[in-house]
């Protein structure tokens, strides 16, 4: 059973800079794809960042191209995402998700993914 724990998250100024990660337990995280998701307070759950299993292939959400990267450490069976250039819009809980998906028939549609981290909470605020 595949176990994900989500980290890195907290209070930072607009502009600033977060890093989370994703760490797996029970099996090995390169045999998914992954997913990093967003729910800000009411709104629904959106698809963030996408990374093919092993990585070759990324995909990134339309608010946070060029600002966001992800990426894995297969020795630490984790999935990072690095966030730059934060913006107050950006504050949400930030979700890991893990699945065998087929990029392109949705890396953001959460019904894809069959394992989620509990989130980690990103507040960007001044």
């Known amino acids: 059973q595949l176990q994900l724990v989500e980290s890195g998250g907290g209070l930072v100024q607009p502009g600033g800079s977060l890093r989370l990660s994703c760490a797996a337990s029970?099996?090995?995280?390169?045999?998914?794809?992954v997913g990093w998701f967003r729910q800000a307070p009411g709104k629904e759950r959106e698809g963030v960042s996408f990374a093919s299993m092993r990585g070759g292939y990324t995909n990134y959400g339309d608010a946070v191209k060029g600002r966001f990267t992800i990426f894995r450490d297969t020795a630490k069976n984790t999935v990072y995402l690095q966030m730059n250039s934060l913006k107050p819009e950006d504050t949400a809980v930030y979700y890991c998700?893990?699945?065998?998906?087929?990029?392109?028939?949705?890396?953001?549609?959460?019904?894809?993914?069959?394992?989620w981290g509990q989130g980690t909470q990103v507040t960007v605020s001044s």
């Open positions: 998700a893990a699945g065998d998906v087929v990029p392109m028939l949705g890396w953001y549609d959460m019904r894809n993914y069959g394992y």
């Open positions: 029970g099996i090995s995280l390169a045999e998914y794809a």
